[in-house]
């Protein structure tokens, strides 16, 4: 039986459900190394983002020691439901949205799928703001005028029509990677890896040799009096570390599903993630630390700091390593996910290409540089606020799929509306709800709602893993243990 590609459906499939993109990888097509996992997190950990988080911590507070710490901890922490998710999909060859059928029913999956989408939509349009910046800033170089160029948008929009321009060059840049497909981001990654790890290294030993040290950040500590001060902002920032890679906690098996087998998908993750962000985490206070020296202020935007570079050449190529750092992220984090998943809503209408171009629309749609305009917001309300949802869907995937079938599915069944996960598993449903339902007072108190304080409202710091515990606990309970 084919699908309307022509490609080989399996199983007998019902063409609904399935199309050559979220169909099962043959195992003869599972070719993905180590190394290729490596550099797939190596060029989605290098990006703006990942250098600005850590140093938004110094700048709250903490010393670069405790800083540094708590990134490590969050991916590492992070890491665990990471490889756990990646198991089936390296196992049975499945994307995300087949896999979360198993436990939210072939119907409820569109939740998850839906969610993880709008979350990766959000995040393609912050990167593709942060690329178009870099753009922008190239631009300058040519025509210094473009700064003082008329707004020519209106009010309401917030940019200029250069810099949205700028914007959409870059977002078409994205949009042509996703009608190359899903191989060209694999091999993007690969190309991209060792050179963004030169550039930072690079850009570290800019500051180093300029400010004659790394500066004072690095030489102060902690500018916490007492440890409840230091307490109140590690577990929220803790949390924002974990829900900075929650959204590929579900996902990540649209990649192990190529993988040659567990070892490569789990030494790969391994090898890149927690070691990478932590690296260019330290990058980013390092740097910000020393353009109080150089500067005489904190800047904690790498794209505004190579702005203040004294040659425009040297200002020229680091916006080109901007980009290619920002592509890199994007294509993988940003795209693939929320390209499959809109696919499994509808798989006869909707390919991993059009799924792609539906991300993109809804990116911009977003209105991206007013989510990075507030650093707070964006990791209290932004980072948090998703890790909210996610949290809970990946405790109830995990614990359906190790705890409830012990890793036994029926592949078949995945794809067919009158097997064992038809319709829509009410189970999960519910004990999804009520994991967010604890720290739904606190997002409403963070985005200023209701009033702030009390026990309640201050479990929103710890979002994440009260969502994942409670969700996967209460899915326990009342599934019990099954097979397949």
Not at 40 to 63: F, K, Q, R, T
Not at 68 to 82: E, R, S
Request: overall charge neutral.
């Amino acid at each position: 039986m084919t699908n309307e590609k022509g490609a080989l459906t399996p199983f007998n499939a019902d063409p609904g459900l399935i199309n050559a993109d979220i169909a099962p990888v043959p195992a003869q097509a599972r070719n993905w190394k180590a190394i290729s996992y490596f550099s797939l997190w190596v060029g989605m950990a290098v990006n703006i983002p990942s250098y600005m988080i850590a140093a938004s911590l110094v700048d709250g507070g903490m010393s670069w020691q405790q800083a540094m710490w708590t990134v490590l901890l969050g991916n590492l922490i992070v890491l665990v439901p990471m490889a756990l998710s990646g198991h089936a999909g390296t196992k049975y060859g499945i994307p995300f949205p087949a896999f979360a059928r198993a436990s939210f029913g072939i119907k409820g999956a569109h939740i998850p799928a839906f969610l993880r989408a709008i979350v990766a939509c959000g995040w393609f349009g912050i990167q593709t703001w942060i690329g178009g910046a870099a753009l922008y800033t190239i631009v300058l170089i040519a025509w210094p005028g473009a700064a003082d160029a008329p707004t020519m948008m209106p009010d309401w929009v917030g940019v200029s029509l250069i810099q949205f321009t700028c914007f959409m060059v870059f977002w078409a840049m994205n949009i042509w990677l996703i009608w190359k497909g899903i191989e060209s981001i694999r091999i993007l990654e690969l190309v991209a890896a060792p050179f963004l790890l030169l550039c930072g290294v690079a850009l570290l030993a800019w500051a180093y040799t300029t400010a004659d040290g790394f500066g004072p950040m690095l030489r102060s500590g902690s500018k916490f009096s007492t440890d409840a001060e230091f307490w109140n902002l590690f577990w929220p920032s803790l949390t924002a570390m974990v829900g900075f890679w929650a959204t590929l906690t579900l996902n990540i098996s649209d990649f192990t599903r190529y993988s040659k087998d567990q070892r490569s998908q789990v030494i790969g993750q391994l090898s890149g993630l927690p070691t990478t962000m932590t690296l260019f985490a330290f990058i980013g206070v390092a740097v910000t630390s020393a353009t109080v020296v150089i500067f005489g202020e904190a800047i904690w935007d790498p794209v505004q700091l190579v702005q203040r570079f004294d040659s425009p050449l040297l200002v020229f190529f680091s916006m080109i390593a901007v980009v290619i750092a920002t592509i890199s992220t994007n294509a993988a984090a940003n795209v693939v996910g929320p390209a499959n998943a809109f696919s499994n809503m509808m798989p006869s209408k909707i390919d991993f290409k059009r799924g792609g171009y539906i991300t993109g629309v809804i990116g911009i749609l977003m209105m991206p540089w007013k989510l990075l305009a507030d650093p707070s917001g964006y990791i209290f309300t932004w980072l948090i606020g998703y890790s909210a949802l996610l949290g809970p869907i990946i405790g109830i995937i995990l614990v359906d799929y190790f705890l409830v079938r012990g890793t036994e599915l029926n592949a078949q069944d995945l794809y067919r509306h009158d097997g064992i996960y038809a319709g829509v598993n009410s189970k999960a449903v519910i004990a999804l709800l009520l994991g967010v339902a604890p720290n739904f007072p606190g997002f409403l108190a963070q985005v200023g709602l209701i009033e702030t304080g009390g026990f309640i409202v201050g479990l929103y710091s710890y979002a994440w893993f009260i969502g994942l515990a409670i969700s996967g606990i209460i899915y326990y309970l009342m599934m019990g243990k099954q097979r397949g």
